[in-house]
C-alpha cells in the first residue's frame, strides 16, 4: 500500500517562526510549561475563565490559579481572577447572572467560593463543610448547588465522624475488609469502608449554601465513578428541580462490572433515585440534558465487562422513557456530548485515526459531520466543547507539538485562538517536523503511525520506538506530559509511533482485534511498522533502535525481549506486565484482564499462550524497568520480577522505583528524574 505523508502545518509554522538560536526542548521544560484546563463561559458568551498550572522552576512546587479573558476585545490577554499565592484554585463554572464560582482551598481545605467578574473585588466562601467538596454544579436557576466528596455512607450531612470506619477493633492499625467488600485498593489508594464519593443538595441563599442533604439516599456506590469519573457524569435538568448522575453499585461484583448507570433524582422529594439504564448491563454515562428538558442525552455501551466497548450516543425522552440509538451506525466511540443551544444537534467528541475532533449530530437524523477548519486549530485533539451564543464553539486543543489552548469557532466557521500561554517558551525550541505513516499491517489491515524529527536534522537518526498502553488507546496527535514525542525528538531522535491493532479510532473491529491475543497481532504490527517508517524515512536508523512502552507498552517490551530478541540495542519497560497469571491475582479492576484474556485464570482457554515470563530464558537485551510502589493497577512487584529475570540472566539492566507515584508519574521533580534516566539509557545505547 501506497505510504502516506502528512507534513504538520505547524510544523512549518514552528520553522518559520524559531529564533536563531533556538535550543532543543529539555525535560525541565516539559515539567515547567503553563497548562491549561477547565474553560468556562459566561452566559452571554463574552468572558472565559480557564485554570492554568504554573510550577516552579528548581522546586517544581505547582500552583494553580483562574485566569479571565474577554472574548469580544481584540488582542485581550488573560488576566489572574482568582490566584491567591500559596493556594489553588479550580473548576471554574458561571451561573446564569454571571456569578464565577469555583474551588479553593484558601481556607485550609477544599470549599466553594465566587466572585463577581463585572464587579471584581475579593472572593467569598460559600460552602462551609465537614469533609473537602470535590466538585460541584450549579443548578440553572443559582438557587441551588450539587456538590460531591469522599463521604462516609452513615454521614446525613457533608461529611462526619464515622463511627463504622472497617477497622480491627483494638490498639492495631490494621483494616477489615469483610466478605463481599469489592474493591480493596483502587488505582492508587487502599479503599476505606463505608466511604464513597456522594452526591449532595445545598440551598443557596444570599451567596451562601446551607441545608446540605444526600441525593444518593439508599444507594451505594461512587458519584463520579473512580478513579477518573469527574463533573461530566453529573447534571442539573433545566427544570432546576432533577439531578442526574452516573453510580456503579459497590458490592462484591464491583471488581469484575463495568455497569454505570444514570440515575434521576427529584430533589427534597422523599422518593429513591430512579435508575433510568437498569435494562443495560455495560455502561452508561454522560448524561446531558436538553435545553428545552424534554431529553436526555448520555453516551452507552452494549457489552457487559468491557470498558473498551463503543459508546453510542443515547438519546431518551424523559417523559415517555423511549430511547433510541442516535449514532448506532457511526463506527466511532463518543468521548464527550454538548448540546447546541437551539436543542436541534449535538456536539460530541471521538478519536478518528491519530486525531481527536469534534463532531456534529442531527438530533433528527443521527447524521454526523466532522467540523471542518484550518488544521492547526480543529487538527490534533480537542476538547472541553462549549456551545456559546451565536453558534459559536469554545473548545481546548493540543497537539503533538504544543500544549493546550483555547480557542472559539464562530458561527461561520471562523476560527480564534483565545490564548497562547506558552508561545514564548515553545519559541525557544527548535523546530519538529510531524509525518504519519499508513501501512499494510497484520491480515493486511490499514495501520497507522507518526514519525516526529528534529526539522533541522541532516544526519542519520538514532530511532526511539515509542509503544503505547492501554492497549485499548492511541499514541495520536496528542500533547501528553509524560510520554511526549517531541521531547523525545528534541534529544536528536526520530520517534516513530504505531497505532497496532486494538487501538482506538479506527473502528470497533481493529479494538476488539486485541482480545486474546496481546502477543499476536500488534507485534506483527510493530514489526512492519517500524520497517515502514524507515522505508517512509531514510533519515530513521531503525537498525539503531531502542523500544519503549508503559502499561501495556510495557508488556509489550517484555513480549519483544523473548519474541524479537534482535530488534533493539536496548528497552525502557514502565509499569509493564511481566506475569500474567500473576497480573490477573493482582490487579484491582479485574473487568479488564478477565475480558481481554479470556475469563479468570482458571477458565482461559490458553492462559500461558502471552505470558512474557515464559521466554525469560530467551531475554538479552538491555533494559530499563521502572515501576512505582502505588501503581495498584499493574502492582510494582511485577517490575521487581522482570528486573530480578534480567539480572539473573546476566542481562545489563537498571531498575528505578518511585515510593511516591502510581501507575504515572505525575511530580515535576520525578518526571525530570524519570525523563534523565530514560535519556542516558538511551544514550548509552544509541549515541556511542
Keep these: 500500500m501506497r505510504n502516506l505523508l502528512l507534513t504538520s502545518a505547524l510544523a512549518l509554522a514552528a520553522a518559520l517562526s524559531s529564533p536563531a538560536m533556538a535550543r532543543p526542548m529539555t525535560e525541565v521544560d516539559l515539567a515547567t510549561l503553563k497548562r491549561v484546563a477547565a474553560p468556562a463561559a459566561s452566559p452571554d458568551g463574552r468572558w472565559v475563565v480557564f485554570q492554568m498550572t504554573e510550577t516552579e522552576a528548581g522546586s517544581y512546587k505547582r500552583s494553580t490559579g483562574l485566569w479571565l479573558v474577554d472574548r469580544h476585545a481584540k488582542g485581550a490577554k488573560p488576566i ?50 465537614r469533609a473537602d467538596v470535590a466538585g460541584f454544579k450549579i443548578s440553572p436557576d443559582a438557587t441551588k448547588l450539587l456538590a460531591w466528596g469522599d463521604i462516609p455512607k452513615e454521614c446525613t450531612d457533608f461529611g462526619c465522624e464515622a463511627k463504622d470506619k472497617g477497622a480491627l477493633v483494638g490498639p492495631g492499625s490494621g483494616r477489615l475488609y469483610k466478605d463481599g467488600v469489592g474493591f480493596v485498593r483502587h488505582w492508587d489508594e487502599w479503599e476505606t469502608p463505608g466511604t464513597y464519593s456522594r452526591p449532595f443538595i445545598f440551598n443557596l441563599e444570599g451567596g451562601k449554601a446551607t441545608a446540605a442533604r444526600a441525593a444518593d439516599a439508599g444507594l451505594v456506590g461512587d458519584t463520579p465513578s473512580k478513579p477518573f469519573g469527574g463533573g461530566e457524569e453529573l447534571a442539573w435538568g433545566t427544570d432546576s428541580r432533577t439531578v442526574f448522575f452516573t453510580l456503579r453499585k459497590a458490592d462484591r461484583n464491583e471488581p469484575m462490572s463495568t455497569n454505570l448507570d444514570i440515575y434521576s433524582w427529584l430533589v427534597d422529594s422523599r422518593m429513591m433515585p430512579v435508575n433510568l439504564t437498569a435494562n443495560n448491563q455495560a455502561t452508561d454515562t454522560l448524561p446531558a440534558p436538553s435545553p428545552d428538558g424534554k431529553w436526555l442525552a448520555y453516551a452507552a455501551m452494549a457489552r457487559p465487562g468491557y470498558e473498551a466497548d463503543r459508546l453510542v450516543l443515547m438519546l431518551r425522552n424523559l417523559e415517555s422513557g423511549e430511547t433510541r440509538k442516535l449514532t448506532d451506525a457511526w463506527d466511532r466511540s463518543v468521548g464527550s456530548i454538548a448540546w447546541a443551544p437551539d436543542g436541534k444537534s449535538l456536539y460530541v467528541t471521538a478519536q478518528d485515526v491519530l486525531e481527536h475532533p469534534v463532531f456534529r449530530v442531527d438530533v433528527t437524523t443521527g447524521r454526523v459531520e466532522k467540523l471542518k477548519a484550518s488544521p492547526e486549530t480543529l487538527e490534533g485533539n480537542i476538547g472541553d466543547v462549549t456551545p456559546l451564543p451565536g453558534g459559536a ?264 522505583v518511585f515510593p511516591d507515584e502510581n501507575h504515572w508519574v505525575l511530580k515535576g521533580a520525578n518526571s525530570v528524574q524519570w525523563h534523565r534516566t530514560v535519556f542516558n539509557w538511551l544514550d548509552s545505547y544509541l549515541k556511542k
Aim: aromatic content about 12%.
Design 80 to 129: 489572574p481572577i482568582a490566584d491567591t499565592a500559596g493556594k489553588n484554585e479550580t473548576s471554574p463554572a458561571f451561573d446564569k447572572d454571571g456569578i464565577l464560582y469555583f474551588l479553593s482551598n484558601a481556607s485550609g481545605k477544599s470549599e466553594v467560593w465566587r466572585v463577581d467578574p463585572k464587579v471584581g473585588g475579593a472572593a467569598m466562601q460559600v460552602t462551609d463543610t
Design 393 to 656: 464553539l469554545l473548545y481546548s486543543r493540543n497537539s503533538a507539538l504544543a500544549p493546550t489552548d483555547l480557542f472559539v469557532r464562530d458561527g461561520k466557521g471562523k476560527v480564534r485562538q483565545l490564548t497562547s500561554v506558552n508561545a514564548d517558551r515553545l519559541a525557544e525550541f527548535d523546530p519538529v517536523k510531524l509525518e504519519k505513516i499508513r501501512f499494510a499491517g497484520a491480515k493486511g489491515d490499514t495501520v497507522w503511525g507518526m514519525i516526529l524529527k528534529p526539522a533541522k536534522a541532516t544526519e542519520k537518526l538514532p530511532v526511539a520506538f515509542i509503544v503505547h498502553g492501554g492497549p485499548q488507546g492511541s499514541f495520536g496527535n496528542s500533547w501528553s506530559t509524560r510520554w511526549n514525542p517531541r521531547l523525545f525528538a528534541q534529544q536528536g531522535y526520530g520517534v516513530v509511533t504505531v497505532d497496532f491493532h486494538g487501538s482506538t479510532g479506527y473502528g470497533q473491529a481493529f479494538t476488539d482485534s486485541i482480545n486474546q491475543d496481546w502477543g499476536g497481532k500488534p507485534l506483527e504490527d510493530l514489526k512492519l511498522g517500524l520497517a515502514a517508517a524507515g522505508q517512509q524515512d531514510a533519515q530513521l536508523d531503525i537498525n539503531n533502535a531502542c523500544a519503549l512502552g508503559a502499561s501495556y507498552g510495557g508488556y509489550m517490551m517484555n513480549w519483544i525481549a523473548g519474541q524479537w530478541t534482535d530488534g533493539f540495542k536496548c528497552l525502557v519497560q514502565h509499569d509493564g506486565v511481566f506475569d500474567l497469571r500473576a497480573m490477573a491475582f493482582e490487579t484491582e479492576e479485574l473487568w479488564f484482564d478477565e475480558w481481554d484474556h479470556g475469563g479468570p485464570w482458571w477458565e482461559r482457554s490458553e492462559p500461558e499462550k502471552w505470558n512474557p515470563v515464559n521466554h525469560v530464558a530467551k531475554w538479552k537485551t538491555p533494559m530499563l524497568v521502572i515501576t512505582s510502589e502505588k501503581d495498584f493497577r499493574i502492582p510494582y512487584s511485577q517490575g521487581l520480577a522482570a528486573f530480578t529475570a534480567l539480572q539473573r540472566r546476566g542481562v545489563p539492566s537498571q531498575l528505578l
